[in-house]
């Protein structure tokens, strides 16, 4: 990843290339690293960009009328957390 992009902080990386080096770059992220990762990259629609998600981020992609939206679970409260 150090080749392509700029490690603006611990895993965050940040590159502009060209949609075939994407496609393999994702490729790579998916089969031979099996990482976790969000994909941010422009692309021709209302939102000028797409989002991909592989493995098990802490965010989830959600599609709202043709807009892509990341959504983080809500972390539920233990019953024993109740002020008093």
Same mark, same amino acid.
């Given at each position: 990843?150090?080749?392509? !992009? /700029?490690?603006?902080?611990?895993?965050?990386?940040?590159?502009?290339? #060209?949609? =075939? @080096?994407?496609?393999?770059?994702?490729?790579?992220?998916?089969?031979?690293?099996?990482?976790? !990762? /969000?994909?941010?990259?422009?692309?021709?629609?209302?939102?000028?960009? #797409?989002? =991909? @998600?592989?493995?098990?981020?802490?965010?989830?992609?959600?599609?709202?009328?043709?807009?892509?939206?990341?959504?983080?679970?809500?972390?539920?409260?233990?019953?024993?957390?109740?002020?008093?």
């Amino acid at each position: 990843m150090s080749r392509l !992009a /700029i490690e603006v902080k611990s895993g965050v990386f940040v590159a502009d290339v #060209g949609a =075939r @080096v994407k496609d393999k770059l994702w490729e790579r992220i998916v089969s031979e690293w099996n990482l976790n !990762a /969000i994909m941010i990259f422009t692309t021709n629609t209302e939102q000028s960009y #797409g989002i =991909r @998600v592989n493995g098990d981020p802490d965010r989830n992609v959600i599609d709202f009328d043709g807009i892509s939206l990341l959504s983080k679970p809500v972390k539920k409260k233990k019953s024993n957390d109740v002020a008093e």
